[in-house]
């Protein structure tokens, strides 16, 4: 059964940073694509950022500069630096594995506020 759990959401000041972990099982993490998406309120989701099996990577315009993806096949975990957070970048992050299939975690939020 594929599982991806995300953690590391939370409420972050404007400037401050965090980092989502996305933890995955089920099937052969090193071989998967892996994605962050977010999805603010009342808006689409959009891809964050990308990162392949061989770890290229590739970013929103919109974070490019301030995210980075990265993934540590030995943990078969995913990860995003998120630093410079934005009001704008307030939203619901979700990971995603591409094996085969499109696998969805269940998304953690992040709120950046004063």
């Known amino acids: 059964q594929v599982q991806l759990v995300e953690s590391g959401g939370g409420l972050v000041q404007p400037g401050g940073s965090l980092r989502l972990s996305c933890a995955a099982s089920g099937f052969t993490f090193s071989n998967a694509a892996m994605r962050w998406h977010r999805q603010a309120p009342g808006k689409e989701r959009e891809l964050v950022a990308h990162?392949?099996?061989?770890?290229?990577?590739s970013y929103a315009d919109s974070v490019k500069g301030r995210f980075t993806i990265s993934r540590d096949n030995a943990k078969n975990t995913v990860y995003l630096q998120m630093n410079s957070l934005k009001p704008e970048d307030t939203a619901v992050y979700y990971c995603?594995?591409?094996?085969?299939?499109?696998?969805w975690g269940q998304g953690t939020q992040v709120t950046v506020s004063s």
């Open positions: 990162i392949s099996s061989r770890s290229f990577t």
């Open positions: 995603n594995a591409i094996s085969g299939y499109n696998y």
